[in-house]
């Protein structure tokens, strides 16, 4: 039997034991001494988030089915178990085998959002690694990051020995038998690090030298060793169908917030939204084979035992079989009581006809993103739906018996008015009247009209990664100019309306577009005690604050201004395909409203072209 | 149709919450291809009924659950089926069919429970038992002999003050553990460690500084052909297999 790295008083005293023990059906067991390389993978947040991430699952599978490779889990502890580790030096463990990760030979980190990188310090710390990635020795794990936020990753520099650069379905095995390699030769971790540094899409930070200008912005970005690659080419899986994929994903035993089977239908998105980063470093869309999809549902649910199934992808309705899987699902599953939860549709009249097969009408919503309340504005984010096209599709939903509707917005666009801000309430009250135009005796009571606002923070790689952010007053001030204008709409009784916080956005905003001066903040915020800082409660601004004075970081500088078009950016040395001149093309054209066509009504030349895969190459086969 | 499967739960399994491993049993019955019937309406589930929650940290090697067949399946291949998805620390260990009455289902006909506590070198471990010291002997009889055994009964609610001596049908201490018949079900129900916790006091032990691992070893009903005070029991997995 399993021996366990916690003891049972431990277990029985903190909150959900069923975090810290493994043994989950379809986790994989190896026996340790038959292979060569131990790789912990974590997600550094809690257990139930982590185990919800489909890109972890991907790569646990793909790794362990190395026969050389074990591949196993690891979570943040929860602050509960965090302090009793401190308290009693319990190093952090795996899952499965329930052994330190200090005895690893990779620890892989995914960076999923901003806020949890606290918690990438918590879960190095207390594997009993070096914080800082120079003071690591032979004994040490590589750490190795990758996910969105590696698109800059430089704020975290100082903490990571590598980071992959785009899917990681490409380069994994190339990294790995490097890593054998050097161990059978019995190279150094620099050594080992210097041959990493020559795979593509892999980046050795520490081999890298930032100079700055009297202003504070870069002047340049350099490689200081010879190995390094002066640009880092993102990684791409050019056929998604020919790819891993998880036949037997874990399946946990606690209730986690993705707790059902997940089919990935497409990467990438066509539609070019200005302020979307994933929508750019995704490019080019690739679709995953219907026929594939179809098995992969029938066998994931069959090994899960999941009742539910997701599909995933930015933006479904633009798959172009999504009729057909749709169908398939529901007439294969309905009946066996698997429930098929379906993404936000573009609503029409295929999608209301599935969504009236495959939930309950009157108690689910219709979701609508506009992002923006005024047409103008709408313009100027490239976001290609007109208030004809959500009074239509509400119109037809509100027939077929819905009285819920939500809709999503960002305040703090580029650009934006007094009147803009005041457009979000009033497109809601024109559908809140859209609603009572249908006779009483017809319709279900009240409507529903769920709006919510957050703060729209510029991200790398985007047309918008030039403009300039606002203090926190500003948020707090736009957030209630809408709040009132509410207040003074016809059907405000059928309205209701939330608002993000908006010191998270100050601090997203600085991390998202910072440089390698902020990994001191982030190091003084973790010795504050911030963790769990995308938890509203555990984070603590005021902490956060103190950090960033106490490092004598300005963060006004990251947020408040404008930048030139000439200006270096940390993240410029990656190459995604999409050009910095079809990004800074696009801001321009922003600025002046104007709308630029979803890729598969004509190509804008973003420069993604080059890696020859997906929509770019669909009408030329 | 219905049936009923008894399972064990042991090793790290006995971290596992209530709710969760029914969570764990309605997945298992789909990798298994289990046959079992469903409820109406938009969100349909399973029917599946467990006899007798366990708390967390108490193994158990007679658990239930009764399901409802919407066909045949053969009991063997159907044990054989879900040990095969199991997990280490569940194992089935029979599957029958009951009756389709209402008197049969396991939820309702429960009225005990027997238990092994076992004494432990340290709260650390449930896997390294300790012989009980010498001057326990006999003391299992004594606490028995008192007129009333009166525990502060704690609910998610309130604190309510019970006598807990009719409950207890049997307690025996031998050398590995102290053998405890408890009631159990929905009329009354009482879990081990407070009968441990006071009996410790009886003897004049701290009850948070002696620990102690629980293990549940089945779950009875009442036998009908029995009078209805007589405290004769069967398994549940008798009762009609």
Redesign the interface.
Known sequence: MRKLALNDEILLKIEKPARYIGNEVNSVMKDKSKIDIRFAMCFPDVYEIGMSHLGIQILYDMFNRREDVWCERVYSPWTDLDQIMRNEQIPLFALESQDPIKEFDFLGITIQYEMCYTNILQVIDLSGIPLNACDRNDSDPIVIGGGPCTYNPEPLAEFFDLFYIGDGETVYDQLLDAYKENKKNGGSRKDYLRKAAEIEGIYVPQFYETEYKEDGTIASFKPTDSHAKPVIQKQMVSNLTDTYYPMAPVVPFIKVTQDRVVLEIQRGCIRGCRFCQAGMLYRPTRERDVETLKQYACAMLKNTGHEEISLSSLSSSDYSQLKELVTFLIEEFKDEGINICLPSLRIDAFSLDVMGKVQDIRKSSLTFAPEAGSQRMRDVINKGLTEEIILDGAGQAFEGGWNKVKLYFMLGLPTETEEDMKAIPRLADKIARRYYEIPKDRRNGKCQITTSTSFFIPKPFTPFQWAKMYDKEEYVARAAVVKHEFQGQLNRKSLKYHWHEADVTVLEGVFARGDRRLSKVILEAYRLGCLYDSWTETFDNEKWMQAFENTGVDIGFYNLRERDSDEIFPWDFIDIGVTKDFLYREWERAMKGEVTPNCRVRCSGCGVMKYKGGVCIESKN | MKARIKFRKY???R???HL?VM??F??????AGIPIA?TGG?????IMSFAQPLG??ITSDGEYLDIELKEEIDPQEAVRRLNE?S???IEVVNFCRIPDDKKSSGMTIVAAASYKAILLE?????DVPRAFPESWSGKADEFLRQESIVVLKKTKRSETQADIKPMIYQMKLEEDGIYLFLAAGSEQNLKPDLVIRAFLEFIGEDPDGVPF?YHRIDVYARNISEPKNSHKFIPLDSVSC
């Open positions: 090793g790290v399994m971290f596992i919450g969760d969570r764990f309605q997945k298992a019955m789909r990798r469903f938009y969100s349909p589930h399973m967390v940290g998805v997990v280490e620390g340290s709260a650390g471990s449930a691992h």
